[in-house]
């Protein structure tokens, strides 16, 4: 065991990534050696996506890879894990059978069983109650040294129509209080100056186990903790965004006056038949509420287009509102019809229709960010620094405006070379495309300074 390397693909979403983490901490802690390329190990594992047709098609696409690897000899065994094993475990283990092992997310604790007995050549497979998932417990940080995601709770009591989410991941379920702020205290430590704040809905934290939306709280002790500098919100749901919560962002300087809101459509029968609440007006007057309570928030929302049913008109009201809304951040996705969720069985949409109309979204959302950029022209922001980008031959960086992975980026010129996890001061000159061009003024501090 001691010679044996081990190397992880992880795919999907923040709260994937975090499990990843925490196999990695389960197979270093077993003695194996990890490594970053599977290519080049003895084994590789597979965290797979399962939530859309892409992102599984993506996943399969990868072990199919790994699987050629193995033909050739480069890997001695494949083991498969993830919400796609979760999901498809006898499609995997019957239609992939170089796959040596397959396991549900409720057996991520025994990841080095699996890898003991891939290694001896016996086909396993492990598929305890998805409930048994640990949501506490050591990781090993993938991210940039000076950010990370914080996941406060997994599972989803939603049941939004279109989502597998519920059937792969299970009930909500929330951490408690004191390993969160224990686990963000050792990110901290280890250098971490961003906290990415997710869950699969992170407004309902504490009703399962406190009784009560304990998120507030939570950011509160959060910001008490030393060298953490952001405090960024992703996956907020509309329903749960109360007044304490938006006092709680505008008063703590910690929290960056960003959040993400997952909206999904404005129609109010569509979001009917997503078994979601809202309307035009009602999402409309909570937008102007959140803008109104948090002055110069940035706010990053997400919608489906060709949801089923979705009429033209019900498009042309979406539209309307991304035009009048103006959100400064915004994902569209086509409807992805997925089996055993309650909106495959209603009359779909036209593929091709759906990928246009998220297209149509797409490229009005590009007009109203290339003008958000133009605003921030003249100004100087707080610039959170990731490395120096060698084709275009200066340093990038984050501001407040920008979630890691999904945002773009502060392009940025300087007479120095900031190290990355430094903060510094850029005035911002020109912008390209999404990004923002600028030149470094001033260094706010440097991290781990002797």
């Given at each position: 065991?001691s010679n044996t390397t081990v190397?992880?693909?992880?795919?999907?979403?923040?709260?994937?990534?975090?499990?990843?983490?925490?196999?990695?901490?389960?197979?270093?802690?077993?003695?194996?050696?990890?490594?970053?390329?599977?290519?080049?190990?003895?084994?590789?594992?597979?965290?797979?996506?399962?939530?859309?047709?892409?992102?599984?098609?993506?996943?399969?696409?990868?072990?199919?890879?790994?699987?050629?690897?193995?033909?050739?000899?480069?890997?001695?065994?494949?083991?498969?894990?993830?919400?796609?094993?979760?999901?498809?475990?006898?499609?995997?283990?019957?239609?992939?059978?170089?796959?040596?092992?397959?396991?549900?997310?409720?057996?991520?604790?025994?990841?080095?069983?699996?890898?003991?007995?891939?290694?001896?050549?016996?086909?396993?497979?492990?598929?305890?109650?998805?409930?048994?998932?640990?949501?506490?417990?050591?990781?090993?940080?993938?991210?940039?040294?000076?950010?990370?995601?914080?996941?406060?709770?997994?599972?989803?009591?939603?049941?939004?129509?279109?989502?597998?989410?519920?059937?792969?991941?299970?009930?909500?379920?929330?951490?408690?209080?004191?390993?969160?702020?224990?686990?963000?205290?050792?990110l901290a430590k280890n250098g971490?100056?961003?906290?990415?704040?997710?869950?699969?809905?992170?407004?309902?934290?504490?009703?399962?186990?406190?009784?009560?939306?304990?998120?507030?709280?939570?950011?509160?002790?959060?910001?008490?903790?030393?060298?953490?500098?952001?405090?960024?919100?992703?996956?907020?749901?509309?329903?749960?965004?109360?007044?304490?919560?938006?006092?709680?962002?505008?008063?703590?300087?910690?929290?960056?006056?960003?959040?993400?809101?997952?909206?999904?459509?404005?129609?109010?029968?569509?979001?009917?038949?997503?078994?979601?609440?809202?309307?035009?007006?009602?999402?409309?007057?909570?937008?102007?509420?959140?803008?109104?309570?948090?002055?110069?928030?940035?706010?990053?929302?997400?919608?489906?287009?060709?949801?089923?049913?979705?009429?033209?008109?019900?498009?042309?009201?979406?539209?309307?509102?991304?035009?009048?809304?103006?959100?400064?951040?915004?994902?569209?996705?086509?409807?992805?019809?997925?089996?055993?969720?309650?909106?495959?069985?209603?009359?779909?949409?036209?593929?091709?229709?759906?990928?246009?109309?998220?297209?149509?979204?797409?490229?009005?959302?590009?007009?109203?960010?290339?003008?958000?950029?133009?605003?921030?022209?003249?100004?100087?922001?707080?610039?959170?620094?990731?490395?120096?980008?060698?084709?275009?031959?200066?340093?990038?960086?984050?501001?407040?405006?920008?979630?890691?992975?999904?945002?773009?980026?502060?392009?940025?010129?300087?007479?120095?070379?900031?190290?990355?996890?430094?903060?510094?001061?850029?005035?911002?000159?020109?912008?390209l495309d999404c990004d923002l061009?600028?030149?470094?003024?001033?260094?706010?501090?440097?991290?781990?300074?002797?």
């Open positions: 065991m190397g992880i693909i992880s795919l999907g979403c923040a709260k994937n990534r975090v499990d990843a983490e925490m196999l990695m901490f389960q197979l270093r802690k077993g003695g194996y050696i990890l490594k970053e390329d599977p290519a080049q190990c003895d084994v590789a594992i597979i965290n797979t996506c399962g939530f859309i047709e892409s992102a599984k098609q993506e996943s399969i696409n990868e072990i199919l890879e790994l699987c050629e690897l193995k033909k050739e000899g480069k890997i001695k065994a494949i083991i498969v894990t993830g919400c796609l094993a979760q999901r498809y475990s006898d499609q995997l283990t019957k239609e992939i059978p170089e796959v040596d092992a397959v396991i549900g997310i409720g057996a991520n604790a025994d990841i080095c069983e699996a890898v003991e007995k891939a290694l001896d050549g016996e086909k396993y497979a492990s598929f305890p109650d998805k409930m048994n998932l640990p949501l506490d417990g050591g990781r090993i940080q993938s991210t940039e040294p000076h950010w990370a995601y914080l996941r406060v709770a997994d599972g989803c009591d939603n049941c939004c129509t279109y989502c597998a989410i519920p059937l792969i991941r299970g009930r909500f379920r929330s951490r408690k209080q004191e390993s969160i702020i224990e686990e963000a205290k050792t971490v100056q961003e906290l990415n704040v997710i869950a699969q809905d992170t407004t309902r934290y504490g009703e399962d186990i406190y009784g009560r939306l304990a998120l507030p709280e939570l950011l509160s002790e959060l910001c008490k903790i030393d060298g953490i500098r952001w405090i960024r919100l992703l996956y907020c749901y509309p329903d749960r965004i109360t007044d304490e919560l938006l006092q709680t962002i505008a008063k703590e300087d910690k929290i960056v006056k960003y959040i993400d809101l997952p909206l999904q459509h404005c129609s109010a029968d569509i979001l009917h038949k997503m078994n979601r609440r809202g309307s035009f007006e009602e999402l409309t007057a909570l937008i102007k509420k959140i803008r109104a309570a948090i002055p110069g928030v940035v706010l990053r929302t997400t919608l489906i287009t060709g949801f089923p049913t979705e009429t033209e008109e019900q498009f042309e009201e979406l539209s309307r509102f991304v035009a009048e809304t103006r959100f400064e951040r915004l994902g569209c996705f086509a409807y992805s019809q997925e089996e055993d969720t309650p909106a495959a069985l209603m009359p779909q949409v036209d593929e091709d229709v759906r990928a246009h109309r998220a297209e149509l979204i797409m490229e009005q959302q590009a007009y109203i960010m290339s003008d958000f950029c133009q605003q921030q022209i003249g100004k100087t922001v707080d610039v959170l620094v990731d490395g120096f980008d060698r084709y275009a031959e200066c340093f990038f960086g984050r501001s407040a405006f920008d979630a890691p992975e999904v945002d773009p980026c502060v392009f940025f010129t300087c007479e120095r070379k900031p190290r990355a996890g430094e903060m510094v001061k850029v005035t911002i000159t020109d912008c061009v600028g030149e470094m003024v001033e260094e706010l501090e440097i991290r781990n300074e002797e």
